[in-house]
T-cell receptor, first 112, second 112 residues
Framework: ETGVTQTPRHLVMGMTNKKSLKCEQH?????MYWYKQSAKKPLELMFV???????ENNSVPSRFSPECPNSSHLFLHLHTLQPEDSALYLC???????????FGPGTRLTVL | EDKVVQSPLSLVVHEGDTVTLNCSYE??????LLWYKQEKKAPTFLFML??SGIEKKSGRLSSILDKKELFSILNITATQTGDSAVYLC????????????WGLGTSLAVNP
């Protein structure tokens, strides 16, 4: 399998649940990203990892916790989310942080 | 403040028509402009433009950058229903290529 994959593709959770989103890239890239895409808003960058080290955290609430155990895998741990967190969460990767990013299919998250 | 503005926000055409999508930007220390196509979920990379006046072409899609007037256009000729998607424009912001400034996108619907 090639490219960037994300699981699950759809997730419905309550405000008290704990869940995790997973991203895996098979492109040999060294940088990985989490984005949030809400309706009628531009893509919002949440976190950037380069060589497994977090290099950017754009004032994201602590209820979102990223983890990058190796350069091929990226997780987004979710805890005590709010309904306004419902959105499409996209993972992307690139060779380095200055190169073109390639996106996964996204996880459609609904928080009830 | 850095920003990227796309127009029109939505467009409905018939198969065979030619469309032109616009992306204007205000970004300090401009380096490149990226076009993505987003169908259903994942944005897929189309073009990266760095030099003014040089057309990038891929099949029926082409794009050109005007660094003097600070805009880019994406042309699609002989449109097909499979071209229906949201077309996103993004520009890395000043001094930080990790962070892309995204436009809202142009939603294109091609009717048979």
């Amino acid at each position: 399998e090639t490219g960037v994959t994300q699981t699950p593709r759809h997730l419905v959770m309550g405000m008290t649940n704990k869940k995790s989103l997973k991203c895996e890239q098979h492109l040999g890239h060294n940088a990985m990203y989490w984005y949030k895409q809400s309706a009628k808003k531009p893509l919002e960058l949440m976190f950037v990892y380069s060589l497994e080290e977090r290099v950017e955290n754009n004032s994201v609430p602590s209820r979102f916790s990223p983890e990058c155990p190796n350069s091929s895998h990226l997780f987004l741990h979710l805890h005590t989310l709010q309904p306004e967190d419902s959105a499409l969460y996209l993972c992307a990767s690139s060779t380095t942080v200055t190169d073109t990013q390639y996106f996964g299919p996204g996880t459609r998250l609904t928080v009830l | 403040e850095d920003k990227v503005v796309q127009s029109p926000l939505s467009l409905v055409v018939h198969e065979g028509d030619t469309v032109t999508l616009n992306c204007s930007y205000e970004v300090t220390n401009f380096r490149s402009l990226l076009w993505y196509k987003q169908e259903k979920k994942a944005p897929t990379f189309l073009f990266m433009l760095t030099s003014s006046g040089i057309e990038k072409k891929s099949g029926r899609l082409s794009s050109i950058l005007d660094k003097k007037e600070l805009f880019s256009i994406l042309n699609i000729t002989a449109t097909q229903t499979g071209d229906s998607a949201v077309y996103l424009c993004a520009v890395p912001n000043a001094g930080n290529n990790r962070k892309l400034i995204w436009g809202l996108g142009t939603s294109l619907a091609v009717n048979p």
